[in-house]
T-cell receptor, first 118, second 111 residues
Framework: GEEVAQTPKHLVRGEGQKAKLYCAPI?????VFWYQQVLKNEFKFLIS????????ETGMPKERFSAKCLPNSPCSLEIQATKLEDSAVYFC????????????????FGSGTQLSVL | GDSVTQMEGPVTLSEEAFLTINCTYT??????LFWYVQYPGEGLQLLLK?????DKGSNKGFEATYRKETTSFHLEKGSVQVSDSAVYFC??????????FGTGTSLTVIP
């Protein structure tokens, strides 16, 4: 598709339940990024993929968070045993393979999944 | 490591006022620099970018110049409108294919 599609738009979970978020990157984009926006402004990097391979996972809380990008499937971000502090908007973004400069030229963002943990 | 620092908000301006949002960066190489904008309930959209020193990015009346000597990429607009109310994020991308975002600056423009 021509836009990054995230589902669902809203997700409500009780504390301790599992949450799974999905992201379909723009067709042809090699890189997928997940970000967590807890406060109104703060944007925390979680993990990035190059195709189906983890590229950078330095931002991922290892205990309960996991993510995958499998061929021919939307990417997913899963939170086991959610906690109140996981309530946030989770954004997915994708980008093309870096151009001749070697830099990513642009990130395309989805509209986010609002996760509310009660 | 690479990082971006932008001025804290929130910023409240009257319509037609001049806007400056400061952004400075730390990078080991020569990053590309970006300003993204987030309107309420939406994801981030690219506002403008600059890929090398002295480049000026511009879009919708907004401008920012890549200043290597001061490691800055300040966002400016000569006359803001109510529709410019949003959160603005400064960002850089490095040769490691990673993006770094500032903490965002909320702008409210009042009629």
């Amino acid at each position: 598709g021509e836009e990054v599609a995230q589902t669902p738009k809203h997700l409500v979970r009780g504390e301790g339940q599992k949450a799974k978020l999905y992201c379909a990157p723009i067709k042809g984009h090699s890189y997928v990024f997940w970000y967590q926006q807890v406060l109104k402004n703060e944007f925390k990097f979680l993990i990035s993929f190059q195709n189906e391979n983890v590229f950078d996972e330095t931002g991922m809380p290892k205990e309960r968070f996991s993510a995958k990008c499998l061929p021919n499937s939307p990417c997913s971000l899963e939170i086991q045993a959610t906690k109140l502090e996981d309530s946030a908007v989770y954004f997915c973004a994708s980008s093309q393979h870096p151009g001749s400069t070697g830099y990513n030229e642009k990130l395309f963002f989805g509209s986010g999944t609002q996760l509310s943990v009660l | 490591g690479d990082s971006v620092t932008q001025m804290e908000g929130p910023v409240t301006l009257s319509e037609e006022a001049f806007l400056t949002i400061n952004c400075t960066y730390t990078a080991t190489g020569y990053p590309s620099l970006f300003w993204y904008v987030q309107y309420p309930g939406e994801g981030l959209q690219l506002l403008l970018k600059a890929t090398k020193a002295d480049d000026k990015g511009s879009n919708k009346g907004f401008e920012a110049t890549y200043r290597k000597e001061t490691t800055s990429f300040h966002l400016e607009k000569g006359s803001v409108q109510v529709s410019d109310s949003a959160v603005y994020f400064c960002a850089l991308s490095d040769p490691g294919n990673q993006f770094y975002f500032g903490t965002g600056t909320s702008l409210t423009v009042i009629p």
